[in-house]
């Protein structure tokens, strides 16, 4: 009768800890946002709105640069539900938790525990031998985060701190709201406030003739505004882009390309003053140029720059894991060519046909 009742009290330990486990996977399995912070229902129901609005076309993303509409939709869409799942996960958390104190309180905290560390030392030997990114894997690393949880919680009783979210555990990769602030971008149309610094980009007295642009780059602590010399594409391409590094952003004002250092926003490189467009392909930055020659950038820099495959056109562009590929413009025999250019390398292939 006495192994029957301890076991009895190890399966309600062990159903708790599985509950556990299973709501930080789905706050980890949710739509990826970069949006940082949660959002309340009318917050939520805002942001829907506001992505139906982007799909009617009737308004347009203030940063076109980062998002188109159909993205930004998507985007706060994907934040809408992630903080749906956040919500009731950590309900589900605050029960459980509830819960676990009670089966402390009635069984004793000690066989609990015992019951919690056996689960871990297996949940550790499985991930041992089929490796941290396995199933086995997930759960032992999703076991010591519902420890540390519990330590932060007790460190927040005795100080008296308000408890905070576990937001956190969801963002892979937070350096990428960062890059979204660090890049966004606005043209504006007329000077700014006096008193506010403008950075002229090149120096003033390196002047082509073809006047500058003002453009806003990044936002709140992270914002500042450069004037650039503009390219010889008339009144655009413009656009802010952070490059593969995550360092430099790379600008296109009007057909002139700058590489600037996001941190000291100074002058790396001109890029030339006839940019068509720019793209990314992986971890690959790809700038067009005058829709003659292809240059890319990778996360230690330069990778590659063609000589011109084009007598003035490219059309049909895709890119596959390896290759650039698409048709480009023959003055003779005149017509179009399909071509390919390495990734890696950027070695230029025609088809012989």
Not at 70 to 88: C, G, H, S
Not at 120 to 132: C, D, I
Not at 134 to 161: N, P
Not at 202 to 218: H, N, V
Request: a positive charge.
């Amino acid at each position: 009768m006495m192994i029957m009742k301890n076991e009895n009290k190890s399966q309600r330990t062990a159903a708790l800890v599985n509950e556990t486990i299973a709501a930080l996977q789905r706050m980890e399995e949710a739509p990826k946002s970069p949006i940082k912070g949660f959002r309340t229902v009318k917050r939520r129901r805002e942001y829907r709105r506001y992505a139906e609005r982007l799909r009617r076309g009737q308004v347009v993303p203030r940063y076109p640069n980062l998002h188109t509409a159909e993205e930004l939709a998507d985007l706060l869409e994907q934040t809408a539900r992630r903080d749906e799942i956040f919500e009731q996960a950590c309900r589900d958390l605050r029960r459980i938790s509830r819960d676990f104190k009670s089966v402390a309180e009635q069984e004793g905290s000690a066989a609990a525990i015992r019951t919690f560390n056996a689960m871990l030392r297996e949940a550790g030997l499985a991930a041992a031998f089929n490796g941290p990114d396995s199933e086995a894997g997930q759960r032992h690393r999703r076991m010591w985060f519902f420890i540390s949880m519990g330590a932060r919680h007790e460190s927040e009783k005795r100080r008296q701190l308000p408890p905070e979210p576990v937001l956190p555990l969801l963002m892979k990769d937070p350096r990428t709201e960062l890059r979204y602030e660090l890049a966004a971008a606005e043209i504006l149309a007329s000077p700014p406030p006096a008193g506010e610094a403008v950075i002229a980009i090149p120096a003033e007295d390196s002047e082509s003739g073809c006047g500058r642009l003002l453009m806003r780059i990044g936002v709140g602590k992270a914002s500042w505004i450069g004037s650039f010399e503009r390219g010889q594409k008339g009144p655009g391409p413009c656009t802010v882009q952070m490059m593969p590094d995550g360092k430099h952003l790379f600008v296109s004002a009007a057909g002139a390309g700058y590489i600037i250092d996001a941190t000291s926003r100074t002058l790396v490189e001109q890029t030339g003053t006839n940019v068509v467009s720019v793209g990314r392909t992986g971890t690959v930055f790809v700038v067009n140029h005058n829709d003659m020659s292809l240059e890319a950038f990778g996360r230690s820099g330069r990778l590659w720059k063609t000589d011109a495959i084009s007598s003035g056109g490219f059309r049909r562009m895709t890119a596959s894991d390896d290759a650039i590929i698409g048709e480009a413009r023959q003055a003779f025999p005149e017509g179009w060519a399909a071509f390919s250019v390495k990734l890696a390398t950027g070695e230029v292939r025609f088809d012989a046909r």
